[in-house]
């Protein structure tokens, strides 16, 4: 079925309505992070203050080892590393301006389904005001972690759980918040562009929260051969009930490259729930691009010792093999297992 509402002026009306939820004036100040990663640390932040400037930090420490079924040898290990670091102060005028450095280092097993980098650092500038915030630098990601699916616990990571098409480093980003809405937009160099808005609010004795995405992007093939461009629009709900969040993403994607467009949907579900110091996570991901599929499953599993110090499991499995016109879009099958001593600050 055709997706005509992803082409022409419609597309660009969508995009303009998600930045429209509210009325200016009422922004709040935002927390800016450049972790897009696999691995984030969910404790607070370290703070100090130096004059009128206050330092804040926050990282982990991941210690793994993997297996496979395809592994040579029986386990694989590895470490992975990240850190953001950020200086921010508020001027006479009262604006908010910060400069912020994430980092990251991974070795062997870290890398798995994470990240086929070993080392990623990103840096940004920001201003804010009642109307929102202001970013300039490698701010690719700021609205895809706005408006993506909860991470899972301990090693659980789904693949595929995105769109194809990507922004490039650097770029311009907005950030704000008006009341129950955050709206975030993103702009590339090359002039991709991407849009987004969440709303969330408790009703009862549950929290929900709803967010809205659109695309209009480059993508480049898996295996270099190819640029496609992509336009996509995709929607995650999730309830939250005590310990327990619920959530499912879906979206659409259509992929254009000189005389060819394919479309592609996927559906992505998942719980995480906490019981005491075990927090367990389970999501799987199916979707579609021409009659060829693609499919992913998590199950993480976190063991809480001590503040910041955590014992993690995950069982990962992904499997595509999908090319349009000789040119390979997605390809990848693996399965392995990862347990980690974890430390985060």
Same mark, same amino acid.
């Not at 930090?57 to 420490?61: I, P």
């Not at 950030?175 to 955050?182: A, I």
């Not at 199950?299 to 503040?307: C, E, F, K, N, P």
């Given at each position: 079925m @055709?997706?005509r509402?992803?082409q022409?002026?419609?597309f /660009?009306?969508?995009?303009a309505?998600?930045?429209?939820?509210a009325?200016?004036?009422? =922004?709040?100040a935002?927390?800016?992070s450049?972790?897009?990663e696999?691995?984030s640390?969910?404790?607070?932040?370290?703070?100090?203050? !130096?004059?009128?400037?206050?330092?804040v930090?926050? /990282?982990?420490?991941d210690?793994s080892m993997?297996?496979?079924?395809?592994?040579?040898?029986?386990?694989?290990a590895?470490v992975?590393g990240?850190a953001? #670091?950020?200086a921010?102060?508020?001027?006479?005028?009262?604006?908010?301006v910060s400069? +912020?450095?994430f980092?990251?280092? =991974?070795t062997g097993?870290a !890398?798995?389904?994470?990240?086929?980098e070993q080392f990623?650092?990103?840096?940004?500038?920001?201003v804010?005001?009642?109307?929102?915030?202001?970013?300039?630098? %490698?701010?690719?990601?700021?609205?895809?972690e706005?408006t993506?699916?909860?991470r899972?616990?301990?090693?659980?990571v789904?693949a595929?759980d995105?769109?194809?098409?990507?922004?490039r480093d650097?770029g311009?980003?907005y950030?704000?918040?008006? $009341?129950?809405?955050?709206v975030s937009a @993103?702009?590339?160099?090359d002039?991709?562009l %991407? =849009? /987004? =808005?969440?709303?969330?609010?408790?009703? /009862?004795?549950r929290d929900?929260r709803?967010?809205l995405?659109?695309?209009? #992007?480059?993508h480049?093939?898996?295996?270099g051969?190819?640029?496609?461009?992509?336009?996509?629009v995709?929607?995650?709900?999730?309830?939250i009930?005590?310990?327990?969040?619920y959530?499912? &993403?879906v979206?659409?994607?259509?992929?254009?490259?000189i005389?060819r467009?394919?479309?592609?949907?996927?559906?992505?579900? $998942?719980?995480r +729930?906490?019981a $005491?110091v075990? &927090?367990m996570s389970?999501?799987?991901?199916?979707?579609?691009?021409?009659?060829?599929?693609?499919?992913?499953?998590a199950?993480?599993?976190?063991?809480?010792?001590?503040?910041g110090l955590s014992?993690?499991?995950g069982?990962?499995?992904a499997?595509?093999d999908?090319a349009?016109?000789g040119?390979?879009?997605?390809?990848?099958e693996e399965?392995?297992?990862v347990?980690? !001593?974890?430390y985060?600050f």
């Open positions: @055709a997706c509402y992803l022409g002026p419609v /660009g009306l969508v995009a309505l998600l930045l429209l939820p009325a200016p004036g009422t =922004a709040a935002q927390e800016l450049l972790n897009y696999s691995l640390s969910l404790e607070e932040p370290l703070a100090t203050e !130096i004059g009128d400037v206050t330092l930090l926050t /990282g982990l420490l210690a993997a297996a496979g079924p395809d592994d040579h040898d029986a386990f694989d590895g992975i990240n953001q #670091v950020a921010l102060a508020q001027l006479p005028n009262s604006w908010r400069l +912020t450095y980092g990251q280092y =991974a097993a !890398i798995g389904l994470r990240s086929h990623i650092d990103r840096g940004a500038v920001s804010g005001s009642a109307w929102g915030t202001l970013l300039v630098g %490698d701010v690719s990601g700021i609205v895809r706005q993506r699916r909860r899972g616990a301990g090693n659980g789904l595929f995105d769109v194809l098409g990507h922004l650097p311009v980003s950030l704000g918040r008006f $009341g129950p809405w955050v @993103a702009a590339d160099r002039g991709n %991407d =849009a /987004g =808005a969440m709303f969330q609010r408790p009703a /009862g004795n929900y709803f967010t995405r659109a695309t209009d #992007v480059a480049r093939a898996a295996d051969s190819g640029r496609f461009d992509s336009r996509s995709s929607a995650v709900a999730e309830m009930y005590g310990s327990t969040t959530d499912a &993403g979206g659409l994607e259509r992929l254009r490259v005389g467009e394919s479309e592609r949907w996927f559906v992505s579900a $998942g719980v +729930t906490k $005491g075990v &927090g389970a999501a799987a991901h199916v979707g579609r691009i021409e009659g060829q599929d693609e499919f992913s499953a199950v993480g599993l976190q063991y809480d010792i001590a503040r014992a993690n499991l069982l990962n499995h499997r595509a999908v349009v016109d040119a390979s879009l997605m390809q990848l399965t392995e297992a347990v980690s !001593i974890r985060s």
